[in-house]
């Protein structure tokens, strides 16, 4: 008898609590998809915001000589926030199809994507009119910020960038993702889209970015950031003028993030076969063999995004991370705090990291190897506790950092978007709700 009401009594307490915490997640993840539907641009306003795309600001937490002081700050339209939250939103869509909300919000954010197409990829900036205007400015038209503004004409030139293999990667990725759940849509993804990365390779650089240089992050063979062709023995192309497009500092650069979010895109196209690609997975394995996982994304100083990346990439089929991935996960366990959460050594990016974290262990899977459960337990229980109450029963997290303006920039320019740290945790609850609770 005492046997028998023991195990009634361990019965009640075991089995009930994981449909209370599905049920609980579902709640959360559908009030995180309405927030991300109430705050999507539904329609454009002149170059004030787009439709189709979320709030992001442009941001300088330090003085930046030229640029502006401490404080400046402006809305910002570019094409990553709205491709990466799309391709959350997709993600989270192809698991949990309940969620009605999500087609009719996909719709509207790829005609804003597409519109940054640009040639063979696509940019990360629109295409507006020069500002400040300058003689001969009439008429031309040029990438920058929409609000985020200059007084020096030729400080502005140097928004005017190239395209970027980082913003064509989501971008094409995006692109994929839209089709295969909207299959009766226009949008036709290019058949291939390897040679356009593969081209622009860290391969007989005669010198190297001075970022790369000092974090000794050269001759890597991996996928460069910039889709254009350097002109190291050209002064003029160290500085930005208004008659040209720039790559920034006049040299081509290698960004860990960038090269996990080129492998994302080419495993989606099942073009894994692409020149460069095992030299991408190498040298995602050496950064964070060699320590340099933190320093090692020119554009993203948040401590974790590497690692989320790179298990994003291998989730869409890039087996060749796997040693990078075994590093990042080893680490985030060692350093994971007692109430579930990871600390960031930017201030108040607690609640993002820990998003970036908490997701590179749910989209590394092999739970019982890593021994990750209990680690997601603890940062989804935290997650859940951060939780924002906005309008009408949606929820919202906390904005962190998700871009900056690289090199001397990297801690000075900061890039944040409740919208997009919101995606973030949503594709967490999605994603522990399929992967958890089975």
């Known amino acids: ?65 030229f640029i502006g002081e401490q404080g400046k700050a402006a809305y ?17 869509y192809s698991r949990q199809p309940w969620l009605t909300r999500i087609p009719g919000i996909l719709d509207l954010s790829m005609e804003r994507i597409l ?29 920058r910020p929409n609000h985020f503004l200059f007084d020096s ?9 190239y395209n970027d293999a980082d913003d064509t990667a989501v971008a094409f990725l995006a ?11 226009k949008v036709d993804p290019p058949d291939r889209i390897g040679a356009l990365f593969s081209r622009y390779r860290d391969v007989g650089r005669v010198i190297p970015h001075f970022y790369n240089l000092a974090k000794r992050t050269i001759r890597t063979k991996a996928f460069m950031t910039w889709l254009e062709d350097e002109h190291p023995w050209e002064v003029k192309s160290y500085l930005p003028s208004t008659e040209r497009t720039y790559i920034p500092f006049g040299l081509n650069d290698v960004d860990c993030v960038v090269n996990a979010n080129v492998l994302s895109a080419l495993a989606s196209y099942g073009e894994l076969d692409t020149p460069g690609v095992k030299e991408a997975c190498e040298f995602l394995d050496w950064t964070f063999r060699t ?31 796997r040693p990078a991935l075994t590093r990042a996960i080893h680490e985030l366990l060692r350093k994971q705090n007692k109430d579930g959460s990871w600390s960031s050594d930017i201030e108040g990016d607690a609640v993002h990291n820990t ?19 209990g680690a997601i337990e603890r940062a989804t229980s935290y997650i859940l506790r951060q939780k924002l ?50």
């Open 175 to 185: 692109m994929k993702l839209y089709a295969d759940l909207r299959p009766g849509s």
């Open 115 to 143: 519109s940054y197409r640009n040639g063979e990829g696509f940019n990360f900036w629109p295409l507006l009119e020069p500002y400040p205007p300058y003689p001969g400015s009439e008429n031309k038209k040029v990438r």
């Open 1 to 65: 008898m005492a046997a028998l009401i023991i195990g009634l009594i361990l019965s009640a307490l075991t089995v009930p609590l994981p449909a209370f915490a599905g049920a609980e997640h579902a709640r959360v993840l559908e009030g995180a998809v309405q927030y991300l539907d109430q705050t999507q641009k539904k329609e454009t306003a002149g170059i004030d915001y787009f439709s189709g795309e979320w709030p992001s600001t442009m941001m300088n937490v330090k003085p930046v000589p």
């Open 389 to 438: 109450d906005r309008a009408n029963g949606a929820f919202a997290w906390q904005e962190g950092v998700f871009f900056s303006g690289g090199t001397i920039a990297r801690h000075r320019i900061y890039w944040k978007s409740e919208p997009y740290t919101t995606a973030l945790a949503a594709d967490a609850l999605s994603l522990y709700l399929v992967r958890m609770e089975d």
């Open 153 to 161: 004409p030729r400080v502005a030139a140097g928004c005017n960038v």
């Open 291 to 321: 320590g340099r996982q933190k320093s090692c994304g020119v554009y993203y100083p948040s401590p974790f995004n590497p690692h989320y990346v790179v298990a994003k990439a291998y989730d869409f089929g890039a087996s060749c991370l």
């Open 76 to 92: 910002d339209s570019n094409s990553f926030t709205v491709s990466s939250i799309h391709n959350s939103l997709a993600s989270i």
């Open 355 to 373: 998003l970036y974290a908490l997701n590179t262990l749910l989209y590394a899977g092999h739970f019982y190897e890593y021994k990750t459960r």
